[in-house]
């Protein structure tokens, strides 16, 4: 049992230290240059670090909400907020990835700040509707937005695998099942459901546009189905309010 908790945590600061800006010290520190084999383990748990991602969007959205009760910009407001603290948070690797990706794409310079500030638009209006008629179904949205979105990156990986990588699935399905089971507590099962369907299709579209462009640097493909699942989640919240 304790060789099993240290190789988890061996992999979830892994995870971390490569998804976010945390750099975990002592014992489960990363080493500075991690094996392939490592490195694919820590995938798994790419979600869980989705957690912590999520749990600072809820918090900033839910301070600065309340401080701007009874503000009709408030929920706008608490969207720009919570989506500057997770691009602090993850040094904005995923928004970088969908701007390198629109830039190499485009025939001209040019596409990239024009795809990211859509993809920034999107992500506040939709949380801002979400938090102006459901408080608690936006802070689970959010939660669970961030943590699905990364499960999207384990499924691109699947997908990509030989060996079809499915102990990787399972892991990262497993650290999704208590942010899904807090948005259907909180807005019911369609709730649930609407965001998972809209979200899978957003997903299946940018994996779809990822390989359509063989010439894009593979390196990006997964930011952008991340970004994009993330916003096809929030949609699909949004429209089952």
């Known amino acids: 049992m304790r060789d099993t908790l240290n190789l988890f945590a061996r992999h979830f600061t892994l995870a971390l230290h490569t998804s976010t800006r945390v750099r975990p010290n002592g014992a489960f520190a990363p080493p500075a240059a991690p094996e392939s084999e490592l490195l694919r383990a820590s995938t798994a748990h790419v979600p869980g670090a989705g ?13 600065v909400s309340l401080a701007l009760r009874g503000n009709g910009y408030g929920p706008l407001a608490a969207a720009i907020a919570c989506t500057m603290a997770t691009v602090a948070l993850t040094g904005a690797l995923h928004e970088t990835a969908l701007f390198r990706f629109a830039e190499s794409t485009a025939p001209a310079a040019g596409h990239g700040p024009l795809a990211l500030l859509m993809v920034l638009a999107a992500k506040f209006a939709l949380l801002a509707a979400l938090g102006s008629t459901f408080e608690a179904g936006v802070i689970t949205a959010l939660f669970a937005g961030h943590v699905v979105s990364r499960f999207a990156l384990v499924v691109t990986d699947w997908a990509a695998s030989t060996d079809g990588a499915t102990r990787s699935l399972r ?3 497993l650290w999704c099942l208590v942010p ?3 948005m ?3 807005g019911g ?4 459901l609407a965001a ?3 979200g899978g299709l957003a997903c299946f579209a940018a994996l779809r546009l990822c390989r359509a462009r063989p010439d894009a640097p593979a390196g990006e493909r997964p930011g952008v189905v991340q970004q994009v699942t993330e916003i096809g989640f929030y949609l699909g919240a949004a429209i089952a309010t």
């Open 51 to 63: 957690w912590l991602v999520g749990i600072v969007a809820c918090l900033v959205f839910a301070i």
């Open 171 to 173: 892991i990262a399905a």
């Open 180 to 182: 899904l089971a807090l």
């Open 184 to 186: 259907a507590l909180a």
């Open 189 to 192: 099962v369609a709730f649930l």
């Open 196 to 198: 998972l369907l809209v």
